[in-house]
Structure formats: C-alpha cells, structure tokens
C-alpha cells in the first residue's frame, strides 16, 4: 500500500459512530462463521472424516452465507500444513487432506447489508484439544505475544504507525523471526484502506475513529505459517488525556492446543484470558471446547 495523505483519504480513514456500530454489527456475524468453520474442521477430524483443504475454503463461505453475508471480501485464504506458510495462498487443493496434527491457516472476510467489509486471520490445530508439537506452539505463541502487545497499546494521539508496527514484532524478534508484509491496514467498504498503516517505514500518525488490521504472523516455508489478524477501532483513552488505545471489533479465541502458557508473562496471560473471557461471552472461544 503507498502512503496516501490528506483529503478525502485522511478523511475517510476515520469512521462515523454509526459506520463503527455496523462495523461491530459485521464482524460479530464474521466472527460466528470463523468459530462455525473451525468447530467443523475439529469436528470431522475428531470423528475421522476425510475433509480436504478445498472443502475447508468452500466452508468458510458457506459459514459466512449463513450469517447473512452476501459475498466474502476477498478470496479466503485456508492454508493446511506447510501451505499456511504461504502469505496469499489462493489455490486451495482438494487432495490436500486435512490431518489429526496439523496446524492449518485461516484468513477471511464478509460483506454483509451493511457494506462494510471484515477481515480476520485464525491459525488452528485440527484436532481438538490435541497436543501440538512444540516448534508450532512456540511460533504460534510469538505471534499471539505481538498481537497483544500491539492490541492493548496505550498511545499519544499522532503516535507513527511505525511504532505500533515494532510492539508487534518485538517479541517474535526475540527470536529471530519476522514477517515480509505490514502489520496492518485500514478496513472500511475495501477491505484494505489508505490513510492508517502499520508498517516498518509508516509515518502516518494515528487518530481516533480509525479502524484498522492487526495482523502479524511467522512463515517457515515447507513447514507452516502462523498469523492472528484482528481488527480494532482507534478510540480516546477513557482516563488518560491525549492518549489512544484500541478496542478490538474481532472477537473470535484462540487455540488452547497451540498455546505456550510458559511463554506468556503475567500482563499477557491476564490479557489473553480477558480477551478469551469476552469470546467465551459471545459463544466463540475455543477453550474447554471438546
Ligand atoms: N487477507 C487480506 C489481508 O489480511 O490483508
Ligand atoms: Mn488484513
Ligand atoms: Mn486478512
């Protein structure tokens, strides 16, 4: 995405309350077909059915046409195995079969009445609360540890982009990973909009009502791919004057079979079970699910 400043794009990047509400209102039906989709891979898995990675793409649509949606906002990327580790993966096989231990990638969006597009990404173990080895656990956490460092960021109005950018990688630099595309876009009708942008090299400065991705993820090529895409709307700190945060519009858990509780500190694992407590609320947090 180039940098597109001032006008009608700066203007456009911050949404009307009542844009925000049908924002919600979207990603709330996105975020039951997402859990629907991923509860039916684990289902049929545990019950040792043959369900291909084909099947998975044509039943994340189904899903989402279930929730009212009245096409995907763009081609849904559902990436078994090794294929999560390919960033736009759009050709999904049908004699990829779908297997016990395997971690599988999942990046989709709706439209629905309201016009506004949704965006979400969930990795996944097939097997329900299966025991997943541990180099996918380890990445899969790093992931995770960016997306909430980034996620429950405390800001001065007009911070960079580029600074949200570096919460979201630090964790996984740690060790030595990294990822070759931003960290996040604006959402609105398009599915990618200007005037907000996480990336390494941003300069636009963030301000409220903007509603936009964040997204990072670890690709080992051959192997597999991890990325948590939320989306989450710009907001005023409710106590700390001149300050932003972020109030996420996805709510949609996490797998507890690819997480490291070992990896996390206390502040992330009291963000993460927050967070897990809100999905629990809507009907779509995967933990204690069998
Ligand atoms: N799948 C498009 C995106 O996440 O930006
Ligand atoms: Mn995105
Ligand atoms: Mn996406």
Not at 39 to 65: F, P
Not at 147 to 169: H, I, M, S, W
């Amino acid at each position: 995405l180039r940098e597109k400043r001032g006008g009608l794009v700066d203007w456009m990047s911050i949404k009307e309350v009542t844009e925000i509400r049908a924002m919600e209102e979207s990603f709330r039906r996105g975020d039951k077909a997402i859990f629907e989709t991923i509860s039916w891979v684990k289902d049929n898995v545990k019950n040792g059915k043959r369900i291909t990675e084909y099947d998975l793409w044509s039943q994340t649509a189904e899903h989402y046409r279930r929730q009212g949606a009245v096409e995907q906002s763009f081609n849904t990327i559902a990436g078994v195995g090794p294929n999560g580790s390919i960033i736009h993966y759009g050709n999904p096989s049908d004699e990829v079969v779908i297997k016990q231990d395997d971690m599988i990638l999942l990046d989709s969006g709706g439209y629905f009445a309201s016009g506004f597009a949704t965006d979400t990404t969930r990795t996944f173990f097939a097997l329900p609360q299966g025991e997943a080895r541990a180099e996918y656990k380890k990445i899969y956490t790093l992931v995770l540890k960016g997306l909430l460092a980034c996620q429950n960021a405390v800001f001065p109005e007009g911070t960079k982009g580029n600074v949200l950018d570096g919460l979201a990688r630090a964790p996984m630099m740690k060790h030595g990973y990294n990822y070759n595309h931003g960290t996040g876009h604006g959402v609105g009708v398009h599915v990618h909009e200007d005037g907000v942008r996480l990336s390494l090299i941003s300069q636009m400065p963030m301000k409220p009502g903007q509603v936009v991705s964040i997204e990072p993820g670890i690709y080992v090529p051959g192997f597999g791919g991890v990325r948590l895409e939320n989306v989450a709307v710009v907001e005023k700190h409710p106590e700390f004057k001149g300050f932003l945060r972020f109030r996420s519009l996805v709510y949609v858990g996490f797998d507890p079979s690819l997480i490291d509780e070992a990896m996390l500190n206390d502040e992330e694992l009291g963000q993460w079970q927050a967070y897990e407590k809100q999905c629990a609320e809507r009907g779509t947090s995967f933990t204690g699910r069998a």
